[in-house]
């Protein structure tokens, strides 16, 4: 299974690196830095890279690769759920999944380490058991282990590792009982130059904040179902019910978890929130070209778009933009060719433009093809994919507890061609 595990950051530096079988040699590292080089883009590095001898098997999460050597073939989508559920860990012990937060807790990531992964093979990947296991880091925590030389791993098994739900804690109490869900959609499109849409599709996520006391059994129904497609539930979902009744029905963890994730890729049920109108142009005579962008709202029953920025990456011998917003503000890099258009909030009345002339080197030919906006945006309280939660009803205990809702639609790789 997996041999050994390598955090590399942005820079190309490993700065962490764990063997659970054989020490595997650093050198392993190259083939993935090839790939990289050749990807460009930290989000383009191919998920699986074959070498002589090993599988790199990686993920890119918080500006960090986790990079997996792995020796023998497996499932590679296994290999890349455990890696997340790594990161995931170390969001939730330390906050954030940061080089630096890694760095500062480098005792406690090791002992996490030590326990999700038993000879190669994930063993405790569950936030309840492994905080039962190893205690959360604070600040006296750390105080008494540094003058008593002790650590932070517990002494005694968690009680859900050998429960028929291992994933809840036993007696487990809280003042104020409440269960938040959140509804995340990420919505993918790409538009032609007319604004037709050539590819959309929405990619959900449903996380849940659950703080309830005693050994509570939740039921969550949804008012148009069948709108998801390739769904994945956590564990405690119980599928036969989803299956037959298309309600979610389950035991729910202690604390924050994510529930379950699906697609909606019927293009004409993906809504496109935004319209843009835009003319960018190289003249063949002179070293200079025109730009003109503006965007609206469309199809955000009646939410506001927020959180606008539109990126384009120039061609090379665009040396600069003289450019003129009605809205917001824009930055161009000449070294990385990058324009950076911050809209902000979209206004109906008044719609966002952006215009004006680009310099060119002088002597070239004009180039080729226009380059492509890439659009960044947010809604909330809203679910684009037109998804509601029905209602939430609570059996096994006898307490009201407090309950909410909250949807919020992103951007994920919005495209517009020019």
């Not at 700065?15 to 659970?20: I, R, V």
């Not at 069948?226 to 599928?239: A, N």
């Not at 503000?329 to 902000?344: A, F, Q, S």
């Not at 684009?384 to 992103?410: A, C, H, Q, W």
Request: a neutral charge; one cysteine or more.
């Amino acid at each position: 299974m997996i041999h050994s595990l390598f955090l590399i950051n942005n820079a190309g530096d490993i700065f962490l690196e764990k063997h659970w079988k054989s020490v595997i040699s650093r050198s392993v590292c190259d083939y993935f830095f090839e790939a990289q080089e050749k990807a460009g883009e930290p989000d383009n590095v191919p998920p699986v890279i074959r070498t002589p001898h090993h599988y790199l098997i990686n993920i890119y999460r918080e500006k960090i690769f986790f990079v997996s050597v792995i020796q023998t073939e497996v499932p590679p989508l296994f290999v890349i759920e455990f890696l997340h559920r790594v990161a995931e860990m170390f969001q939730d012990y330390f906050g954030e999944c940061s080089e630096v937060a890694i760095k500062d807790n480098v005792v406690i990531v090791y002992e996490l380490l030590e326990e999700m992964l038993d000879n190669g093979f994930p063993l405790a990947t569950e936030s309840n058991i492994l905080k039962e296991l190893i205690k959360p880091p604070n600040i006296l925590r750390s105080m008494v282990n540094t003058i008593t030389g002790s650590s932070n791993v517990g002494e005694t098994l968690p009680t859900g590792q050998l429960s028929t739900v291992p994933w809840r804690r036993a007696g487990v109490k809280y003042t104020n009982n409440e269960a938040y869900f959140d509804v995340v959609e990420e919505i993918d499109a790409i538009l032609d130059k007319s604004g037709t849409t050539v590819f959309a599709e929405i990619q959900g996520v449903i996380d849940a904040c659950v703080k309830l006391s005693g050994m509570p059994d939740l039921t969550l129904s949804f008012m148009n179902p069948r709108l998801l497609d390739d769904v994945s539930f956590h564990p405690c979902v119980r599928f036969k019910r989803w299956e037959s009744e298309r309600v979610l029905s389950f035991i729910p963890p202690d604390g924050n978890f994510r529930l379950m994730s699906y697609h909606v890729n019927a293009q004409n049920l993906v809504a496109i929130p935004v319209y843009v109108k835009q003319n960018i142009s190289f003249f063949e005579s002179g070293s200079s070209g025109r730009l003109d962008i503006t965007v609206g709202p469309k199809q955000t029953m009646g939410k506001m778009v927020e959180c606008v920025i539109v990126t384009i990456h120039m061609p090379k011998v665009v040396l600069s933009a003289n450019l003129t917003p009605t809205q917001g503000n824009y930055t161009y890099d000449p070294v990385t060719k990058v324009l950076v258009w911050d809209i902000g909030k979209l206004n109906q009345q008044k719609l966002p433009n952006l215009k004006g002339s680009l310099s060119l080197q002088s002597g070239t030919p004009k180039p080729e093809e226009n380059p492509s906006l890439n659009i960044d945006l947010k809604i909330q309280q809203l679910a684009i994919s037109g998804l509601k939660v029905n209602r939430l009803d609570m059996y096994g205990e006898k307490y009201k507890p407090f309950k909410g809702v909250k949807y919020v639609t992103k951007a994920g790789k919005f495209q517009v061609r020019t």
